[in-house]
C-alpha cells in the first residue's frame, strides 16, 4: 500500500550534518506516522525519532536530541531527517518507517510499523 524510499546517506566527518529524506509513493502515506530507525553492524534495531502525521508531535531517542530533527513535508510526500554534530556512533543504516497514525500506540516500537524502506548508509569518520 505505501512504498517508501530513503535517500540522503554517506559519508562525513564526525561533527558534520546530513539530511536524510523518507519519500512515499503517494499521498496515502501522509496520513501515517514516520520514524527512522537505524542499526550499526552486530546491533538490534534502534529507535531514532518519529513524527505524527501533522508534523505537530515529535520523539526522539535520547541519544540523539538536541542534535537530531525530523519534519516532513506532506505537499512533497516526503519526511525528513537532519542530522547536526554527527558522532561515529551515529554510523548504521537508517531505516523508515510508517504506519497508520491512528493505530500505532508507541512511536518508538519498531513491532509498530508495517511499511520500511530499504535503507540508507550513514558512515561518520572520526
Known amino acids: 500500500q505505501v512504498q517508501l524510499v530513503e535517500s540522503g546517506g554517506g559519508l562525513v566527518q564526525a561533527g558534520g550534518s546530513l539530511r536524510l529524506s523518507c519519500a512515499n509513493s503517494g499521498r496515502t502515506g501522509n496520513y501515517f506516522s514516520k520514524s527512522w530507525f537505524r542499526q550499526a553492524p552486530g546491533k538490534e534495531r534502534e529507535f531514532v525519532a518519529a513524527i505524527n502525521w501533522s508534523g505537530s508531535n515529535t520523539v526522539y531517542a535520547d541519544s540523539v536530541k538536541g542534535r537530531f530533527t525530523v519534519s516532513r513535508d506532506n505537499a512533497k510526500n516526503t519526511v525528513f531527517l537532519q542530522m547536526n554534530s554527527l558522532e561515529p556512533e551515529d554510523t548504521a543504516v537508517y531505516y523508515c518507517?510508517?504506519?497508520?497514525?491512528?493505530?500505532?500506540?508507541?512511536?518508538?516500537?519498531?513491532?509498530?510499523?508495517?511499511?520500511w524502506g530499504q535503507g540508507t548508509q550513514v558512515t561518520v569518520s572520526s
Open positions: 518507517a510508517a504506519a497508520p497514525s491512528a493505530s500505532l500506540a508507541n512511536m518508538k516500537s519498531a513491532a509498530g510499523y508495517n511499511y
